[in-house]
């Protein structure tokens, strides 16, 4: 038979007759899936989301047809293409598995890597490809029937932000499929037949800060820095424009030029870029405008929802003080004078204590 679609295989040359007959053909194909570790939990799905600078996991899943006898020559490729906010870890570890799902054995090794401009789309910047010799491996490990290939790609700078929902375009999207040969009577094992293309996505979100006195006028000269759970300051690296003023993402590594305080100017308004989701962070104002007090600090955490078709459906930041507030925006405000309340005002909500 002759196959009319890449995701096809022809059967083996199994009789020659004269005549009219009947015949089922005998014909295999791998098959490809692809998963994400969501970060908070370690499970294996289609959605993940990071904080900028993280390394994200991922997992591509193929099958080994059941039989290959009939090929002289058989090979298939497993094929990642990667957004532009990522930079491939150059990492990759093999398991494979039997029918029974009992792990044969684990490899890791270097790729065989091709990193650019992918020629099938201007949505990949950065892919690699691993040629498996599929007649050897069966040869080598005779009930092997799926390989797992497993790498990490760390969200870099160019990474896009989510800063309000819904949205189903601001994420960072990675894209696996497989080629492979589908026909025994070509000796050279070329790969002709072609998988249906697996995409999986990670998210990362916005914190935008409003500084305000007491009657919502906005303050300049408020100093801030963005803390971990423990107290530790994560540093910012300043990523404002002509157009957008102080904006600043999170760090990557030990980049230079990075900052631990931010100063707001007369609007009052900062942005910080690549926040992750479920992860607990404090906003702490070290240094208030003359004649303010200073607010106490924050801590809250971004929690987010998806629909099946990867949109993002809601952000709500949670203080544990309420069921969280729609948004990722948090009100400021500083009072003046002596005996004074100080505190937070969240979208609707407000915390605090009084001094004297």
């Known amino acids: 038979t002759e196959n009319n679609g890449v995701d096809k295989a022809n059967s083996a040359l199994i009789l020659n007759v004269s005549g009219t007959t009947n015949v089922t053909p005998k014909r295999t194909k791998p098959t490809l899936t692809k998963q994400i570790k969501h970060n908070e939990n370690n499970s294996w799905g289609d959605v993940g989301d990071n904080a900028i600078g993280d390394d994200v996991e991922f997992k591509i899943t193929t099958t080994i047809p059941s039989d290959v006898s009939a090929y002289d020559k058989y090979t298939y490729t497993v094929r990642d293409q990667l957004s532009e906010g990522f930079t491939f870890n150059d990492n990759l570890t093999?398991?494979?598995?039997?029918?029974?799902?009992?792990?044969?054995?684990?490899?890791?090794?270097?790729?065989?890597?091709?990193?650019?401009?992918?020629?099938?789309?201007?949505?990949?910047?950065?892919?690699?490809?691993?040629?498996?010799?599929?007649?050897?491996?069966?040869?080598?490990?005779?009930?092997?029937?799926?390989?797992?290939?497993?790498?990490?790609?760390?969200?870099?700078?160019?990474?896009?932000?989510?800063?309000?929902?819904?949205?189903?375009?601001?994420?960072?999207?990675?894209?696996?499929y497989l080629t492979y040969s589908n026909n025994p009577q070509d000796t050279t094992g070329k790969e002709k037949g072609e998988t249906?293309?697996?995409?999986?996505?990670?998210?990362?979100f916005s914190l935008v800060g409003n500084k305000v006195d007491e009657k919502g006028e906005p303050l300049?000269?408020?100093?801030?820095?963005?803390?971990?759970?423990?107290?530790?300051?994560?540093?910012?690296?300043?990523?404002?424009?002509?157009?957008?003023?102080?904006?600043?993402?999170?760090?990557?590594?030990?980049?230079?030029?990075?900052?631990?305080?931010?100063?707001?100017?007369?609007?009052?308004?900062?942005?910080?870029?690549?926040?992750?989701?479920?992860?607990?962070?404090?906003?702490?104002e070290t240094e208030a405008p003359a004649q303010y007090n200073r607010a106490d600090p924050y801590e809250f955490k971004f929690d987010t929802t998806y629909d099946p078709a990867n949109t993002l459906q809601s952000i709500r930041m949670l203080d544990g003080t309420d069921s969280g507030t729609s948004g990722s925006t948090v009100k400021i405000i500083n009072q003046k004078g002596g005996s004074v309340l100080r505190g937070i005002l969240f979208g609707l909500g407000k915390i605090g204590r009084a001094h004297v």
């Not at 249906?196 to 990362?204: A, E, I, N």
Request: glycine share 6%.
């Open 94 to 176: 093999y398991k494979y598995y039997d029918a029974d799902g009992q792990e044969i054995t684990s490899v890791t090794v270097g790729p065989n890597k091709t990193v650019g401009d992918d020629s099938s789309t201007t949505d990949y910047k950065e892919s690699f490809y691993v040629t498996f010799d599929i007649k050897e491996l069966v040869k080598n490990y005779p009930t092997v029937a799926k390989i797992e290939t497993y790498y990490s790609a760390k969200l870099n700078e160019k990474a896009k932000v989510a800063v309000t929902a819904p949205d189903s375009v601001n994420n960072n999207p990675n894209t696996a």
């Open 196 to 204: 249906p293309k697996v995409t999986v996505y990670d998210w990362t």
């Open 220 to 284: 300049a000269d408020a100093k801030f820095q963005l803390q971990d759970k423990n107290g530790a300051v994560l540093k910012l690296v300043d990523i404002s424009d002509g157009e957008n003023k102080n904006v600043y993402r999170l760090a990557i590594d030990n980049e230079a030029g990075a900052i631990d305080t931010i100063v707001t100017d007369a609007t009052g308004k900062f942005t910080i870029k690549g926040i992750d989701d479920q992860t607990t962070y404090k906003l702490v």
